[in-house]
């Protein structure tokens, strides 16, 4: 799957208003971050960076090990996912996950959610109709989070339309 | 209530386990399988149940059990990161699986070395001062390793700072009750099921950098085993005795009792054309290095192959130059000839198929295939040109591109030139002879077909049980000609330049190409020698091995249809058990096309300056192996100068220049030491590899092979610095002498293994090192580095090897190579009547196209070159109307003479250039601005003159 890692590491810190800082992929495909002269290595160090300057607290501990659990399924699994298989297998255990959920931490948006949406834009944008239909939780959950302007900020938008009929029968002329 | 659901033997329990004892927590420890009800949410496992959330990864589960004191968050989240994408991952794909990817192994070895540097005896905690969750988590992935004997000696050998370590978190408590609680076996199987269970997906070599396995060297993170070692060490102390002698050269080559017999072929090149470099790579180049090596083996090696001739091809071609196919082929064969020659292939016959013993084989096999039953007759519609007395190949018709909206006049009988699509010659309207443009009639005329449906049984059990030994493409094209099922396909045709039929009423017929030219191996090899039958119908005690190289487009011809004939006749013809098809070498980017003058041909490589091992070694090194590989000239000098020169070029110059400088051009007196022979035993991998590589004729790893083996060399004799050694005291001076004689020696090595790649250079190195023949020779059997070259051998002269090419000539190559471009600013602007007329040819084009109804990609190009035409109309109308403005201009003038109003007009123009090259330029408005005035000034007076308002400069922009 093509993630540009660092790109998404510069949305999220567009989204949280802090400054992105200089972020390279250094040895053994690893982001860096650097700033004021401190250095991050890390996709979920850099993150929780971010989220210390941006001053977001989570008041529950379980909280922040959700997102946690969330980022790191991110880097480890979603942006290494390749190929057609390993990409549907993801998107099924997502769309099992999300069935019960509207975030997918607590009840509120999250940046495990942000992560989530940068990274899987690709993907969904180049879903058919049918397979959109297939993962249905995903496509609601991207759907709703992508109406967020300083979410999807210069992303663009992918189409969910719920009119399956022309796909089904197109117009003849 | 906090509970773990997990399986067995998952060691990423313990890390649960540990963290929760850590950091107080009471947990119930549940085991489960992964398709257990209770796990609604996910498969991953081991998962974390903390009031109604579920953490499935064990990492973020590990750290809410026991988290961090917060100075240490940051340090603490930089090494889970650093564990979940890198320790974690490359230990269960190298110890989980039985695949072997060295790459993700090195990152495993150096994610271990990270570690050893980290801690120490005073160091005693990863992060902090005491104990965090990193220490667990790390230990507890490392675990099934360390106490795992054979793994311990193999990954944590020297690393005795994390093996303190791991023994000292051991005996602490927590670690203690973790372990009595949940069993973990050691050795393998825990990485088996972290990887079932976490489910790191396949990692592609992508997934991890290759710059830290390039910048590491190499022989410190591949360390030998002892075995290893001892083997290198007695091989080399046995010296060449093992070696068998190199067979001498006997004329012909004959298969023998007893030994290994291995007959070549490289596909027949087409006569009509100059090849060009994926032609060479694709066949014959491949086949030379699998013969030399072979060859090299002692092995009974007849490489055979020749230019095929017959066919309407060379008929066409004949007719362009105006002179006989035989004269089209005497003198193609010979610039075919002279380019394999200066590329040094190694032939031990380049025959042709223009023989009489061609014409007696394919006569005789298909008279015995036809008695045999395995031919029928079937009547086939074809044209006839009455004048000229002759059936008309398909590609001596012309006439109107049958298929609706082209109305192309000039289709030839095989495709239309205009719409590009497949034609029946039949179905062309008005059709014409291309000879003598007469019409031509539609006649029945009776071929022969080969009835391959019936050979398909015999054929499907045959490739059931050979195919193995094929290239991959060449199986997956054959299995899906199969899985098609075979039709009858024709095998002759209505020509004049080809093997006649051998039957009567059929004289005035000939064999189709296809069908007569894999048989042109067999008559080849009856040029070579009266005993061809032993290469052919080989007796049962010495039988015959078959490799046949070629270009994927070939595969059907030598997977199918040769052997479909070969078995029919059932009597005893060796078949193919080794077909090895390359794909398609691009050009640039591009194909190579000779019509446009578009990359290198083989006789414009001579004329390069380059030699021809260099190219050899670059196109051995893109061959398309498993997918379509392009050749760079860029890449070509980087090759050059990083590979040949930098690094093998150098070493082997290094090793004998010290030899002469310091030992008077002897090799010197050597006392092996265990640094010594480490770097044997390294070497000794590398030519395992290489050996099984081109046996398997995976040419492009067997080059890698030989550069690995001088990298080696080279990186022993920075670390050993003989130049260093040979001015200190006594034991340095020795070292220095065993240092130089073993690169003499690696040296040698090199040389024989060059030989199948570079001839030429091999040679030169074994001059230089004034080896003799006696060990030229290579062993698969005893793969091992020997003392080929003993203490006291006087050397030859040393010479550097290989050149630079600088990237300056690569340019100039480039320009000359990239054929004949059409620029757009060099077609001569047409004038608007023109330009109108083609615009309205072409929107009736379109028009009559959209509407037959056909593809978009079919009309999409049209479309494009309309709106391409109506841009040209339009920029033609305005450059005349502004001839006519000009004109109105001067004309419009009362006041002042056209003279005058020439010289203001120019004035300004050349004012207003000045302006834009000043603004352009990036020069401040202070310095421009003034300039702006004066335009205005001259603008003012030039509308004053003329009488029309002058139009500020600016807004003329579209």
């Keep these: 799957m093509n993630v540009n890692i660092i790109k998404c590491l510069m949305q999220v810190a567009s989204y949280l208003k802090v400054q992105p800082g200089k972020i390279q992929i250094g040895s053994n495909l690893i982001p860096v971050r650097t700033i004021n002269d401190s250095t991050t290595k890390g996709f979920v160090s850099i993150i929780f960076e971010m989220l210390k300057e941006a001053k977001c607290n989570f008041t529950n501990p379980l909280d922040i090990a959700e997102v946690r659990q969330w980022l790191e399924y991110c880097i480890v699994y979603t942006a290494r996912a390749d190929g057609s298989q390993n990409i549907e297998n993801m998107l099924k255990e997502l769309n099992n996950l999300l069935s019960t959920k509207t975030y997918l931490v607590s009840y509120k948006m999250t940046v495990a959610d942000i992560v989530l949406y940068y990274m899987l834009h690709n993907v969904m944008g180049n879903l058919s109709y049918l397979d959109k239909e297939k993962y249905l939780h995903v496509s609601r959950w991207f759907d709703n989070l992508q109406q967020n302007s300083l979410v999807r900020q210069k992303n663009t938008i992918v189409d969910f339309k719920t009119n399956y009929l022309i796909v089904a029968a197109p117009v003849k002329h | ?41 996910t498969d991953r496992l081991p998962a974390l149940s903390v009031a109604d959330t579920l953490l499935f990864i064990p990492n973020t589960a590990a750290h809410y059990l026991f988290p961090p004191k917060s100075f240490d968050e940051k340090q603490v989240n930089e090494w889970l990161d650093w564990e979940s994408s890198l320790l974690s991952p490359s230990i269960a794909w190298t110890l989980g699986t039985s695949t072997k990817n060295v790459q993700i192994k090195n990152t495993l070895i150096t994610c271990l070395s990270t570690l050893d540097s980290t801690v120490s005896s005073t160091k005693k905690f990863i992060v902090g001062k005491e104990i965090s969750v990193v220490d667990i988590i790390i230990w507890s992935t490392l675990q099934p390793l360390y106490k795992n004997e054979n793994l311990m000696v193999e990954y944590l050998f020297k690393l005795n700072n994390l093996l303190g370590w791991l023994l000292q978190l051991e005996k602490l408590s927590q670690f203690q009750d ?26 592609s070599e992508t997934s991890f950098n290759v710059e830290v396995e390039k910048s590491s060297p190499q022989h410190v993170s591949e360390v030998p085993s002892e075995q290893e070692i001892a083997a290198a060490k007695k091989a080399w102390n046995e010296g060449g005795k093992k070696l068998p002698l190199p067979k001498k050269n006997i004329i012909p080559v004959l298969p023998i009792k007893g030994e290994k017999n291995i007959l070549i072929t490289s596909a027949l090149p087409y006569v009509n054309n100059v090849p060009h470099l994926g032609n060479i790579i694709g066949c014959v180049l491949s086949g030379d290095v699998f013969a030399r090596f072979c060859r090299l083996c002692n092995y009974n090696t007849l490489y055979i192959c020749g230019t095929d001739e017959y066919g309407t091809a060379t008929e066409t071609k004949a007719l362009e130059e105006g002179i006989t196919p035989q004269q089209i082929c005497d003198k193609y064969f010979q610039i075919h000839n002279s380019i394999y020659r200066w590329f040094n292939i190694g032939f031990d ?48 018709v012309e006439g109107g591109c049958p298929h609706p909206g082209c109305n192309y006049e000039d289709a030839r009988g095989d495709q239309c030139d205009s719409c590009g699509k497949l034609v029946n010659a039949s179905e062309l309207k008005n059709p014409r002879c291309k000879v003598c443009g007469t019409r031509p009639i539609m006649k029945q005329s009776e071929q022969f077909f080969l009835d391959l449906p019936k050979l398909e049984p015999l054929l499907y059990h045959w490739m059931e049980s050979t195919s193995n030994g094929w290239s991959n493409n060449a199986r997956v094209i054959a299995k899906s000609w199969m899985k098609e099922g075979l039709k009858p396909r024709c095998i002759t045709r209505d020509l004049k330049w080809g093997v006649p039929v051998p039957l009567d009423g059929y004289w005035d017929k000939v064999f189709y190409v296809w069908f007569d030219a894999p048989i042109g191996y067999i008559s080849i090899t009856e040029r070579y020698t009266k005993e061809w039958e032993k290469w052919w119908k080989p007796a049962a005690d010495a039988p015959v091995t078959l490799y046949q190289f070629m270009a994927k487009d070939n595969v059907p011809f030598h997977s199918v249809m040769f052997p479909a004939s070969l078995l029919g006749l059932n009597q005893g013809y060796v078949t193919v058990s080794h077909i090895m098809a390359t794909e398609y070498l691009n050009y640039e980017d591009g194909k190579f096309s000779k019509s446009r003058g578009v990359g290198v041909f083989g006789n414009d490589a001579q004329n390069t300056g380059i030699p021809s091992d260099v190219w050899r070694f670059y196109l051995l090194y893109v061959r398309p192996e498993s997918q379509d590989s392009s050749f760079s000239w860029n890449d070509l000098a980087t090759k050059n100068n990083s590979e040949l020169l930098n690094n093998l070029g150098n070493f082997v110059n290094r090793a004998q220049v010290f030899a002469e400088k310091f030992f008077g051009g002897v090799v010197p007196n050597m006392i092996l030491n265990e640094d010594d022979y480490i770097l044997l035993a390294l070497c000794n991998r590398e030519l395992r590899e290489y050996i099984k590589a081109v046996e398997k004729s995976k040419l492009r790893d067997g080059i890698r092979h030989i550069l690995s083996i001088s990298r080696h060399g080279n990186q022993y004799m920075q670390a050993s610095e003989p130049w260093v050694l040979v001015k200190g005291g006594d034991q340095e001076k020795e070292r220095a002498k065993t240092v130089v004689g073993v690169c003499c020696n690696i ?194 007076k030039l509308a004053f003159a003329t009488g029309v308002s002058a139009t500020p400069t600016g807004k003329n922009k579209k």
């Design chain 2, 1 to 41: 209530m906090v509970v773990i659901y997990s399986n067995i033997n998952n060691l990423s329990t313990l890390k649960l386990l540990i963290s929760s004892y850590f950091g107080k927590h009471d947990v119930t420890l549940e085991i489960v399988r992964c398709t257990d009800a209770k796990l609604l949410e």
């Design chain 2, 349 to 396: 016959h380049f025959g042709r198929t223009t023989t009489p013993e061609q014409t007696k084989i394919t006569q005789k096999i298909f008279l015995e295939l036809n008695q045999n039953g395995f031919m029928h007759i079937e009547s086939v519609e074809q044209l006839l040109c009455e004048k000229c007395n002759r059936y008309l190949a398909d590609r001596f």
């Design chain 2, 178 to 203: 973790a372990s009595k609680a949940y069993k973990i076996e050691p050795g393998n199987v825990p990485y088996q099921v972290l990887l079932s269970s976490s489910k790191y997906l396949n990692i």
């Design chain 2, 747 to 940: 040296t040698c090595l090199l040389s024989v293994l060059l030989l199948p790649y570079m001839p030429d250079t091999s040679r030169t190195i074994r001059k230089q090192l004034n080896a003799s023949d006696a060990s030229c020779i290579l062993s698969p059997e005893n793969p091992e580095i020997t003392n080929l070259l003993a203490s006291g051998h006087k050397l030859g002269k040393p010479s550097p090897l290989f050149n630079k090419i600088e990237l300056s000539r690569v340019e100039e190559l480039k320009k000359q190579f990239a054929g004949k471009q059409v620029t757009k600013s060099d077609t001569p602007t047409k004038d608007v009547s023109a330009l109108e007329a083609a615009v309205t040819q072409q929107a009736e084009k379109v028009r009559v196209l959209k509407s037959s109804g056909v593809a978009k990609t079919v009309w999409q190009p049209e479309v494009d070159i309309l709106i391409d035409l109506k841009k040209q109309l339009e920029s033609a109308k305005k450059s005349s109307t502004n001839v006519l403005n000009d004109v109105g201009k001067t004309m419009n003038n009362g006041a002042t003479s056209a003279e005058e109003i020439a010289v203001i007009q120019e004035n300004v123009d050349k004012q207003a250039l000045h302006v834009r090259n000043l603004k352009s330029s990036g020069a401040p408005k202070s310095e421009w601005q003034p300039q702006v005035t004066i335009l205005l000034e001259l603008k003012a």
